[in-house]
Every structure is written in structure tokens, then in C-alpha cells.
T-cell receptor
Framework: DAGITQSPRHKVTETGTPVTLRCHQT?????MYWYRQDPGHGLRLIHY???????DKGEVSDGYSVSRSKTEDFLLTLESATSSQTSVYFC????????????FGAGSRLTVL | QKEVEQDPGPLSVPEGAIVSLNCTYS??????FMWYRQYSRKGPELLMY????GNKEDGRFTAQVDKSSKYISLFIRDSQPSDSATYLC?????????????FGKGTMLLVSP
């Protein structure tokens, strides 16, 4: 998947537990994004980063936090997972210029019981 | 009104048919228009993108943008079972460094042998 690795690929957890999803890129792209994809809602942006330690909220950021301490890594944390956060999470990267075409990872499937 | 509207389908066609997938949008600032293909349990992958109005062809795929009508289309000629996937349209404005893509919810296409 074009130098993007998401981990874990599958996770089952219980309500109230913290969860961290990791996105690692080898493309040295400046921009990184976390989306969630749900039936009937499509892809929705959670948070994005435009550089190391530079992040901003997307349309569905409540209940999520992110961190980017290195260009290649972008972490998504659910401080206290809820069943409504059961979803497939996609990381994406882009160079940011022109069309700002995104390249997506393979996804992380999270189930919160 | 959603910024980007896309019929969710499913759209079922026989092998060899010409397929037309469409999106409408409301934001006149959009300048870049993209089509992503997503196979089941995979991340979206870019098929093609166009800038402003006009057509773009890539093999069996043709993307068409009509900015005056705020309407974009993806045509697939000689459709194959391997084209069965969900197709997502996406759009962005010119200042793409900080802007993000706006996605349609996707149309599921099923091509039967």
C-alpha cells in the first residue's frame, strides 16, 4: 500500500479501554490523515496533520486525539473507547500540492464491545 | 444539503456493459475531482483525477466534469467482474495544502459474468 502501514489491522476491545492505532509511512509526505468509514456515512475525517507536532481536527474529532512526533508516524488514540467508535479506520498521506491526492493504508478494523 | 451527493447503489450490470457513476456537489470552489475505487476490506485507491472541467480518459475509464452543472461522472467501458467494487468520488479546492478532500459516500458496483 504505497509505503503506508497501519497497526493493528484488527482489534477487539471493551468499552472504556484506551486504544491507539498507528500509521507509519515511508514516503516522507508532509500530510497525514485519519478517517473512519461506516456504512451510510462514507469516509469521515477525524484528524489530520500538516507537519510534526502540527495537527488539526476534522469533522468527527470528538473522543479522539492524535499525535505526530516524527514525520513518519501518526497515532490515533481513543482515550476511552465506546461502541459508537466501532468502525474501520483508514490512515492516508499526501504531499499536499495541487490536487492533494490521498494515498490510503489498508485500514484498521476496530470493534468495541 | 450535503456538499457531495452520490447514489449508494448497488448498481448491478452484466459483464461488458457500459457503466456510468455520478456525483453532484454544491461547493463551487472545488477544482480537483477524483475517483477512488475500493475493493471489499481494502483501502481506497486512486483511479484518476481531473482538474476543472473536461474529460480525461485512462484505458476503459473516462472521467467527466461539468462545473456549470456541478456534476461529475465516471464511465467504465466493457465492464469486467474485476471492476466490482465501491467507487468514491472526491473533490478538493485549489488551496490544497490545508484543505482536505470531501468524499461522496460511494456507489457499490456489481458486474456479473
Amino acid at each position: 500500500d504505497a509505503g503506508i502501514t497501519q497497526s493493528p489491522r484488527h482489534k477487539v476491545t471493551e468499552t472504556g479501554t484506551p486504544v491507539t492505532l498507528r500509521c507509519h509511512q515511508t514516503e516522507n509526505h508532509r500530510y497525514m490523515y485519519w478517517y473512519r468509514q461506516d456504512p451510510g456515512h462514507g469516509l469521515r475525517l477525524i484528524h489530520y496533520s500538516y507537519g510534526v507536532k502540527d495537527t488539526d481536527k476534522g469533522e468527527v474529532s470528538d473522543g479522539y486525539s492524535v499525535s505526530r512526533s516524527k514525520t513518519e508516524d501518526f497515532l490515533l488514540t481513543l482515550e476511552s473507547a465506546t461502541s459508537s467508535q466501532t468502525s474501520v479506520y483508514f490512515c492516508a498521506i499526501s504531499g499536499g500540492s495541487g490536487a492533494n491526492v490521498l494515498t490510503f493504508g489498508a485500514g484498521s478494523r476496530l470493534t468495541v464491545l | 444539503q450535503k456538499e457531495v451527493e452520490q447514489d449508494p447503489g448497488p448498481l448491478s450490470v452484466p459483464e461488458g456493459a457500459i457503466v456510468s457513476l455520478n456525483c453532484t456537489y454544491s461547493n463551487s470552489a472545488f477544482q480537483y475531482f477524483m475517483w477512488y475505487r475500493q475493493y471489499s476490506r481494502k483501502g481506497p485507491e486512486l483511479l484518476m483525477y481531473t482538474y476543472s472541467s473536461g474529460n480525461k480518459e485512462d484505458g476503459r475509464f473516462t472521467a467527466q466534469v461539468d462545473k456549470s452543472s456541478k456534476y461529475i461522472s465516471l464511465f467504465i467501458r466493457d465492464s469486467q467482474p474485476s471492476d466490482s467494487a465501491t467507487y468514491l468520488c472526491a473533490m478538493s479546492s485549489m488551496n490544497s495544502g490545508y484543505s482536505t478532500l470531501t468524499f461522496g459516500k460511494g456507489t457499490m458496483l456489481l458486474v456479473s459474468p
